[in-house]
Each structure stands twice: as structure tokens, then as C-alpha cells.
């Protein structure tokens, strides 16, 4: 409680909200300001309660919370009053939009998850270029995806690999024009067994540096 005392009450009304479940969006239309301002008091929520992200936040304070449950009024009126279950619904939903689709200025194309970001934020880029892992990376999680889903349904395997196909397709262009290659080389992919080889090898080769901006 010490902590959240710091707060201002338009802060303070932000975070009761945000512990609802709400999405920025919904919290601008709340309280009739922009989703800028809402960014603008998260950030000062974080910096004063010492967290990096909403999932952070309401770990922080849904934890607190259910420790310190005896204190609060049973007519539920307070917003704070959340379940452990709710806290981890919650977080369960941060970690999978906030984290992996919305952080394209922070993705790293060179670790797992931060590639993922990046080739799905490019969705339908097949210009610029792509590192060997930002591509490796990303054909990983589709072949795990693909495998674990196809354990459990064909059907929902083959949903996925449409759904994911394009961003590939990118991903392998973008790869391709990283080693000098055209994105036409893509075309290599309807050929029986030895077109996915010859990709494959040319989606190995190292990045090709121009000797002008190296």
C-alpha cells in the first residue's frame, strides 16, 4: 500500500483499471483521455513502482494483493481485490500479445523470441533482409508449432502452416536477398524434394557484406 500511495489519482485510476483487465484502449475511453496519455501514466506506474511491463505490474500488485487479502472489505467493491487466478489469466494474456506482437521496436531478430517479433511484425515484408538467425529462429518455432500441433490435430497443423506461410515466405526472401540472392529463388520451393534442399543450403550461407558500407 506504501508503494501505490505514491501514485497520483489519475495514475491510481489508470492501474485500478489495467488490474480489471482492461486494454489501453478501453482505459483511454474510461477516463476520456487519449491512449498516449495512457502510455505516458504507465510508464510513470512503472518507474515508481520499479516494474519493466503491465505483466510485471500486475504480478507486483495482484501478488500483494491476495497475501494481504484478510485487509480487504469483503464487498468487493475495490478493484484490487483480484484472484491469483485472475493474475495469472492476465499475465498468461500479456505474454502473448504484449510480449510477442507488440514489441517490434524491441525485438531482437537474434534470440529466439525477438525473432518471432520481428518476422511477424514484417507479416508481408519480402524487402530488406534477414540475418541467419532472425530466419533460423523463426523456421524453428514453425516446425515445433507445426510438429505439437499436428500431434494433436492434422486439421489444426494445417490452419497454422497457411496461417504462417506468408510471414515465411518473407522471412526466406528477406534471407535470400541477405546472402546477394533474388527473392525469385523462392520459386526453388516448387520443386519436387531437391528445390526445399537447394533453399535450404542458400538460406545457410553466411550475410553478404557490401564492401562499400562494410
Known amino acids: 500500500m506504501t ?16 488490474l480489471k483487465g482492461k486494454s489501453n ?7 476520456g483521455i487519449s491512449d498516449r496519455t495512457v502510455e505516458f501514466h ?3 506506474v512503472y518507474a ?15 501478488t500483494s494483493t491476495v497475501a494481504g487479502r484478510d ?8 478493484p484490487r481485490a483480484i484472484s491469483l487466478r485472475e493474475a495469472v ?15 517490434r521496436e524491441e525485438a531482437n531478430p537474434a534470440t529466439f523470441f525477438g525473432a518471432i517479433r520481428m518476422c511477424f511484425a514484417k507479416y508481408a515484408d519480402f524487402n530488406g533482409q534477414a540475418a541467419q538467425a532472425e530466419f533460423w529462429w523463426f523456421a524453428l518455432f514453425v516446425t515445433l ?56 543450403i542458400l538460406w545457410a550461407l553466411p550475410t553478404i557484406h557490401d564492401p562499400v558500407s562494410a
Do not use: C
Request: aromatic share 4%; proline share 2%; charged share 20%.
Open 3 to 18: 508503494q501505490q500511495q505514491a501514485l497520483s489519482a489519475r495514475e491510481q485510476e489508470v492501474v485500478d483499471l489495467l
Open 25 to 31: 484502449k478501453l482505459i483511454a475511453s474510461a477516463l
Open 42 to 44: 504507465l510508464k510513470n
Open 48 to 62: 515508481k513502482l520499479q516494474v519493466g511491463s503491465r505483466t510485471e505490474l500486475i504480478l507486483k500488485l495482484g
Open 71 to 78: 485487509e480487504i472489505p469483503e464487498n468487493g467493491d475495490s
Open 89 to 103: 489469466s492476465r499475465i498468461g494474456k500479456e505474454l502473448r500479445m504484449e510480449n510477442l506482437f507488440n514489441a
Open 145 to 200: 508449432v507445426t510438429a505439437a500441433l499436428g500431434y494433436l490435430s492434422q486439421e489444426l497443423a494445417s490452419v497454422f502452416t497457411v496461417a504462417v506461410l506468408l510471414p515465411f515466405l518473407a522471412a526466406g526472401a528477406r534471407r535470400l536477398r541477405d546472402i546477394g540472392k533474388s527473392a525469385w529463388w523462392l520459386l526453388m520451393i516448387l520443386v519436387p524434394v531437391g528445390g526445399l534442399v537447394t533453399l535450404a
